[in-house]
């Protein structure tokens, strides 16, 4: 299955990392269009896909990833402020018969991503 | 070049070769690059990315900003890596400079330091497209990754701040360092 998925997951607590708000946006020219909004389910995955094989292109992508009310929503949430802002994560689709996993480990102090399957 | 003889010039080079420096401050080795007469002669000119120098900490200098690349991909500094350094105003950041990684992956002046370091909320846009180009790595056009945001938070300046950045064309990892 081509088109693009993302997973988060919250490497503090060890735990997929729900209820955090993901902006998909294109880049067309020198501006980023903001396509939809999702927020990750129980798993830390969006419910469809992030872009379905049909509608995927050739271009430049954007996720960015509300981590910061993310952590200060948690109930356990410590004393110390977020040191990363909203990841933001840009790549690009080079071949849409390809499958595009990006997804983000993050914690208040860190954030990884990368090309995943 | 051999492992052995790597380690023994990195020593040289970070100022641990000799008792001259048994009253210096870390501070200063942090700040001291590699004399060149202690190197033996290299055939392969230095080029981004070689390897040449021993960590050095920052323990101890006053409040700032630095920055630090790492190419997980060739297991090396990111040397040569062109980063944009801008400010949130409102709903866009303001560009405040473009700096470049020296041979150690570290720009050579701090990113921010005395009145400069101001509280705020920060982009470096790495160009990790031209890096890997710049070293005939064979990629995709266009490239998963190209030009890079690395958002963070500035709160408070009375603390030092340092973002080492670890990256390959298919993935990075920043976080606050020390």
């Known amino acids: 299955m081509a088109g693009i998925s993302t997973h988060v997951l ?21 501006t980023w269009r903001m396509v939809k909004t999702m927020i990750t389910n129980a798993d830390g995955r969006t419910d469809g896909p992030v872009v379905a094989a049909a509608d995927a292109r050739v271009g430049e992508y954007q ?5 910061d009310a993310y952590f200060r929503s948690l109930p356990d949430a410590g004393a110390g402020e977020p040191f990363v802002d909203n990841a933001v994560v840009r790549f690009a689709i080079f071949d849409v018969k390809q499958h595009y996993h990006v997804p983000l480990l993050c914690t208040p102090g860190s954030c990884t991503t990368y090309r995943g399957s | ?8 010039r990195s020593l040289v080079g970070a100022g641990f070769g000799g008792a001259v420096l048994a009253g210096a401050t870390t501070d200063a080795l942090a700040q001291a690059g590699p004399p060149q007469t202690a190197a ?13 120098t021993a960590p050095s900490s920052q323990a101890g200098l006053s409040p700032r900003l630095t920055m630090h690349a790492i190419d997980n991909f060739h297991g090396t500094p990111g040397a040569g890596m062109v980063c944009d350094l801008s ?17 150690t992956g570290r720009p050579t002046e701090p990113l921010l330091v005395d009145e400069a370091f101001k509280a705020g909320r920060y982009e470096l846009l790495m160009h990790f497209d031209a ?28 603390q030092r ?12 990892s920043y976080y606050r360092g020390s």
Do not use: C
């Open chain 1, 10 to 30: 919250d490497t503090d607590r060890g735990r997929p990392a729900a209820g955090v708000k993901i902006e998909l946006s294109v880049r067309e020219g020198e």
């Open chain 1, 63 to 67: 996720l960015e990833f509300h981590t």
């Open chain 2, 1 to 8: 070049m051999d492992r052995h003889s790597l380690t023994r």
């Open chain 2, 40 to 52: 033996p002669p290299n055939p392969a000119p230095p080029k981004p990315g070689t390897l040449t």
């Open chain 2, 87 to 103: 400010i949130r105003e409102g709903d866009t950041y303001r560009l405040i400079k473009t700096v470049t990684t020296s041979p």
């Open chain 2, 131 to 158: 890096y890997f180009r710049a070293l005939d790595v064979k990629l995709p056009t266009p490239n998963f990754l190209g030009l890079v945001p690395v958002r963070f938070v500035i709160r408070d300046v009375g």
């Open chain 2, 161 to 172: 701040h340092h973002l080492p950045i670890l990256f390959s064309p298919w993935g990075y």
